[in-house]
C-alpha cells in the first residue's frame, strides 16, 4: 500500500515536471531543441569504444560512456530527481550503442534489482525503467523476476571493501522457471554505472553457479 501510494506520488510528480519542462532538453533546459536532449547536450556524451571493456569469468562487459557530461546528469536526474523521462533518453542513447555491438542473439534482459526498501523510499526501480525503454526499442524481453537482491549494501562509494559488501546479496528467484524454460537462453544483464564492478560481479557468479553461461554485460557509463 505504502509503496503503491509511493508510486502514484511520483507519477503525480512526474506529471506536474512534465507540465513546466515538456519539450525541454532535461540536462540544460533549453526549449529551443524541442527534444529531450538537444544537440549540445548530445554532444557532451563521451562514448567508449565498441569492445568489451572488460572480461570476466568468459563474460564481456561492454560500457557506452564514460560517467561524466550529459549521461552522469541524466543517471542523476533519474535517481535523485524522480525526472523519469531520463531513463527514455538513457535507453535511447544505449540502444544507439548496443546496435554497434552487433550482438544479433536473442537475449533476455535482467537488471540488478534493487532492495525492496530502496525501492519503496525512491518510488520505482530506475533501472526497470531503463530496461522497459531499452525492450520496446530492441525487441528483446526483460524477465524481473529471476534475480532478487536478499540484503541491503551501502552505496558503492562508500563501501570500503566493495567486493565484500556485496557478497551474497543476491540470490535466483525461480530456479525452476531458471533451469526448465531459460538455462539455455542469451542472457544480457543491463546496468547503469558501473564503479568496481562488483556488483555485475556477484550478479554473473549467481547466474554461473545456476549453470547460465551465456552471458553479456551492457552499462549505461563507467566511472
Ligand atoms: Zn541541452
Redesign the pocket.
Known amino acids: 500500500m505504502v509503496f503503491r501510494l509511493k508510486s502514484i506520488f511520483t507519477s503525480l510528480i512526474d506529471a506536474f515536471l512534465d507540465l513546466i519542462y515538456n519539450q525541454k ?1 532535461l ?2 533546459n ?1 526549449s529551443k ?1 524541442n527534444t529531450l ?2 544537440k ?2 548530445a554532444k557532451d556524451v563521451h562514448y567508449l569504444s565498441v569492445y568489451a571493456h572488460r572480461i570476466y569469468k568468459g563474460v564481456g562487459i561492454y560500457s557506452m560512456a564514460i560517467y561524466r557530461g550529459s549521461v552522469k546528469k541524466l543517471i542523476q536526474l533519474l535517481k535523485f530527481s524522480h525526472r523519469k523521462k531520463a531513463a527514455k533518453v538513457l535507453a535511447e542513447l544505449l540502444f544507439e550503442y548496443f546496435k554497434k555491438l552487433d550482438l544479433k542473439e536473442d537475449f533476455i534482459i535482467i537488471y540488478p534489482p534493487s532492495f525492496y526498501l530502496k525501492t519503496m523510499s525512491r518510488g520505482y526501480n530506475h533501472m526497470f525503467l531503463i530496461v522497459k525503454e531499452f525492450s520496446k526499442l530492441s525487441g528483446l524481453k526483460y524477465n524481473s523476476n529471476i534475480i532478487k537482491k536478499i540484503k541491503y549494501t551501502k552505496p558503492q562509494y562508500r563501501a570500503r571493501n566493495r567486493k565484500k559488501n556485496i557478497e551474497g546479496s543476491f540470490e535466483i528467484l525461480s530456479k525452476e522457471i531458471l533451469i526448465n524454460n531459460l538455462q539455455n537462453k542469451p542472457f544480457l544483464i543491463i546496468d547503469d554505472i558501473t564503479t568496481s564492478g562488483a556488483t555485475i560481479e556477484e550478479i554473473i557468479n549467481c547466474l554461473i553457479l545456476n549453470k547460465i553461461t551465456n552471458i553479456k554485460v551492457l552499462t549505461i557509463a563507467k566511472v
Request: one cysteine or more; charged letters at 0%; proline letters at 0%.
Open positions: 532538453c540536462v540544460c533549453c531543441a536532449l538537444c549540445t547536450c
